[in-house]
């Protein structure tokens, strides 16, 4: 699976096909992640993720993808578009937005909307030594591997756990469901949802 134009004209023309859903809830504070399409260096098309520093105040060491709340006066694709140059230098203009994946609200307080974001070939990610303690190239074409995504049952909840294995290591929801809807959406054209999938108990606070 390579980043080319055949693959953005894919990635654009199902996310244009969607009907996204918005989580209109006034408590939720509002967060954007950019889902970022790049080249791996063996040519591989990929998505960007960072592992966040453990001496981050919320939620650290956790997997994540490139994101964080809004600013006074942003929307979602200025939030994402800015995050993604902050956290792994990886500057990008709203022309390069392919699309929006539904809101997911978070146990944390946050309804985080996933921004699609064309990175395309030959691009240095940088991590943000402050935030950011790594940053991967995961293969999209991954995503289909037996066993993605896992559901698992928690006493605390009456709503499955949603996690994807990747880079060896189960990543859970919300991570976990905006690259699953990722791939359900963006790759496959499927009208899949992911809002009802709930987090492990690390992921609350």
Do not use: C
């Amino acid at each position: 699976l390579r980043a080319d134009e055949s693959l953005r004209e894919r990635i654009s023309a199902n996310l244009r096909a969607h009907r996204r859903r918005t989580v209109e809830d006034t408590k939720l504070r509002p967060a954007a992640v950019a889902m970022t399409i790049v080249e791996s260096a063996d040519g591989e098309a990929s998505f960007v993720i960072t592992r966040r520093k453990a001496s981050l105040r919320r939620h650290s060491g956790q997997w994540a993808l490139p994101g964080g709340r809004l600013d006074e006066g942003e929307d979602a694709v200025t939030a994402a578009l800015r995050e993604l140059d902050e956290e792994v230098t990886l500057r990008r203009g709203k022309d390069s937005v392919l699309g929006i994946l539904d809101d997911y609200p978070t146990r944390s307080g946050f309804r985080i909307t996933p921004v699609v974001v064309w990175g395309g070939p030959g691009v240095e990610l940088v991590p943000d030594p402050e935030e950011v303690a790594e940053v991967h190239r995961v293969p999209i074409a991954g995503l289909d591997a037996p066993g993605i995504p896992k559901l698992f049952d928690l006493e605390a909840s009456d709503r499955p756990v949603l996690s994807v294995r990747i880079l060896g290591q189960d990543i859970f929801a919300p991570t976990a469901a905006v690259i699953f809807q990722f791939r359900e959406v963006a790759m496959h054209g499927r009208d899949t949802r992911v809002a009802h999938y709930d987090q492990p108990p690390f992921a609350w606070k």
